[in-house]
């Protein structure tokens, strides 16, 4: 396979993931913003999660994320507690409302997986995680020897 049909598959595959993703969470009724679900799931995947740690996570401008933050407060999704150990900073949880959206992002996710993985043995589905995490290795890796 020359590197353009890589690219090309690579993307296609992205492009086609994100749509089957954003179809399953409008199905569920669910309305926000990509930055604002991904930055739901950073407080409800990061126990103890801070909007600095979510920011470095997402690799991600802290204003961005403070704003993102800021929306999902008003929308009553998660809330935030005084850190004891810095009292700079708060900790962020799901309220039981933010809890709720992340059970309708879940049933989109495993609609959307269920979707482009639906004609694909195990087998086939485990060489796809070992040869996608050996890509994302090489780099994370070079990143690390970079420096």
């Known amino acids: 396979m020359s590197d353009n049909s890589l690219s090309e ?13 954003l179809e399953g969470i409008r199905q569920q009724g669910v309305d926000l ?6 930055t739901l799931k950073g407080v409800c995947y990061n126990p103890k999660s801070t909007a600095l740690s ?3 996570h997402m690799q991600r401008d802290k ?3 403070t704003r993102a933050l800021n929306d999902l407060l008003a929308a009553e999704l998660i809330l935030k507690t005084d850190n004891p150990l810095d009292g700079r900073s708060q900790l962020l ?4 409302k933010g809890e709720a959206i992340m059970a309708k992002l ?13 004609d694909l043995s195990p087998v086939d589905l485990a060489l796809f995680f070992r040869v996608s995490r050996t890509m994302i290795d090489n ?7 970079d420096k």
Do not use: C, F
């Open 9 to 21: 598959t690579l993307h296609q595959l992205m492009h086609t993931y994100t749509n089957l993703l």
């Open 33 to 38: 913003s990509v930055t604002n679900i991904r």
């Open 54 to 56: 979510i920011s470095k």
């Open 63 to 65: 204003a961005q994320i």
């Open 93 to 96: 949880q799901l309220t039981p």
């Open 106 to 118: 879940d049933v989109a996710e495993e609609w959307a997986k269920g979707q482009l993985t639906q």
């Open 139 to 145: 780099v994370n890796n070079n990143k690390i020897t």
